[in-house]
């Protein structure tokens, strides 16, 4: 079993601490939690409990919770965070463990309802689980920073409140991210496997995402920013906001029959399209259309359909529908890929496609 470092804080001041783990671990979990659950899973055989009533939802929405995840020259991950400390109904309780056969780094963050008398139970320190609660008064912030030594296979965050930013080493294999609210933005390069990235509340900016297989990206209510390439199927859907995409998929090969579909309810759509070959289909409801790069160039305002091929008919198996509700749609295609190698595609940050399409 690997053994959480104690921070030298953690003895004298609760609202801030930080833990150290062996770099073993080839998937990282972040979760953030309402309340305390009744039963927590046992994680290298220990288990903790603890139950609460009142999970005062009104509050949690004033409450915040940032987290990044960066780099380390060192040999051990870093789990490193600080809680202000104004008084609130709520704790904030942070939680950094191994999973049983030393594979999985499981961050926990749960918010703690100090109105209910079962919120005062203490949990117990295990030897590879640190616990540090902050309390508050008004609004809670809480800043967790993870600091990874090496590539991981899967990264994984799921909850109702968290805004994740990652500068971190590459993810290999599945790069998972569903919050009910929060913001998700990608800054350092992430080449996998297969990628889905889902807010209900909160935009989206990612600035470099290759991914080999299967890409998702949705925000409900929230804006949009990405540059997606190497995929073979893509779902980009925002419900309220606008939409700046810049899509390199995977289809240089003729044969192979990918599909990338685009969808906005209310917002812009503006993306920039970047070696497809294939058959597309655009359908606006309300608002001004522009294609260009097609074999039917067109300008409508108004509802219109538009369908047809990118690079001569039959081109290619790959397919591109886009549909937009209400709000300008902007998409230009180009035969030609920005850079010849493959990996260099998305090498620097993106120039996003001008903003002729914003509502």
């Given at each position: 079993m690997s053994k959480a470092q104690p921070s030298p804080s953690e003895a004298t001041d609760p609202s801030k601490g930080s833990f150290s783990f062996p770099a073993t671990f080839s998937a990282l979990k972040v979760t953030?939690?309402?309340?305390?659950?009744?039963?927590?899973?046992?994680?290298?055989?220990?288990?903790?409990?603890?139950?609460?009533?009142?999970?005062?939802?009104?509050?949690?929405?004033?409450?915040?919770?940032?987290?990044t995840?960066?780099?380390?020259?060192?040999?051990?991950?870093?789990?490193?965070?600080?809680?202000?400390?104004?008084?609130?109904?709520?704790?904030i309780t942070v939680t950094a463990s191994t999973?049983?056969?030393?594979?999985?780094?499981?961050v926990d963050i749960q918010f703690v309802s100090t109105d209910s008398p079962s919120s005062s139970k203490k949990l117990s320190f295990f030897e590879n689980m640190k616990t540090f609660m902050g309390g508050n008064k008004g609004k809670l912030k809480a800043q967790i920073q993870i600091l990874l030594p090496v590539d991981i296979a899967e990264f994984n965050m799921?909850?109702?409140?968290?805004?994740?930013?990652?500068?971190?080493?590459?993810?290999?294999?599945?790069?998972?991210?569903?919050?009910?609210?929060?913001?998700?933005?990608i800054k350092s390069p992430i080449r996998c496997n297969e990628a889905n990235i889902k807010t209900n509340v909160g935009s989206l900016k990612l600035e470099?995402?290759?991914?080999?297989?299967?890409?998702?990206?949705?925000?409900?209510?929230?804006?949009i920013q990405a540059n997606l390439a190497g995929y073979k199927d893509a779902n980009v859907e925002s419900g309220v906001g606008s939409m700046t995409v810049r899509l390199s998929p995977m289809c240089m090969d003729p044969t192979v029959a990918g599909l990338t579909e685009l969808k906005s309810g209310v917002g812009a759509i503006n993306a920039s399209v970047y070696?497809?070959?294939?058959?597309?289909?655009?359908?606006?409801?309300?608002?001004?259309l522009k294609l260009s790069g097609v074999d039917k160039p067109s300008k409508n305002?108004?509802?219109?359909?538009?369908?047809?091929?990118?690079?001569?008919?039959?081109?290619?198996?790959?397919?591109?529908?886009?549909?937009s509700g209400v709000g300008k749609t902007?998409?230009?295609?180009?035969?030609?890929?920005?850079?010849?190698e493959e990996d260099a595609v998305l090498a620097d940050p993106p120039a996003y496609p001008d903003t002729e399409a914003k509502m």
């Open positions: 953030t939690l309402d309340d305390l659950p009744s039963e927590t899973p046992s994680r290298n055989n220990n288990t903790s409990s603890s139950k609460n009533n009142d999970s005062s939802q009104g509050n949690l929405i004033r409450d915040t919770v940032n987290v995840v960066g780099r380390t020259d060192g040999k051990h991950a870093l789990v490193e965070f600080s809680i202000n400390e104004r008084k609130n109904a709520h704790q999973s049983e056969d030393n594979d999985t780094l499981n799921t909850g109702h409140l968290g805004n994740l930013t990652w500068d971190g080493p590459n993810v290999t294999s599945k790069f998972i991210v569903k919050l009910d609210v929060g913001t998700v933005a470099d995402l290759r991914v080999s297989d299967s890409v998702r990206v949705k925000a409900d209510v929230g804006e070696g497809f070959k294939g058959r597309y289909a655009v359908t606006s409801g309300l608002g001004f305002v108004g509802s219109s359909n538009n369908d047809g091929w990118v690079g001569g008919e039959k081109a290619g198996e790959a397919r591109f529908s886009c549909t902007r998409i230009a295609f180009d035969e030609e890929v920005p850079m010849s």
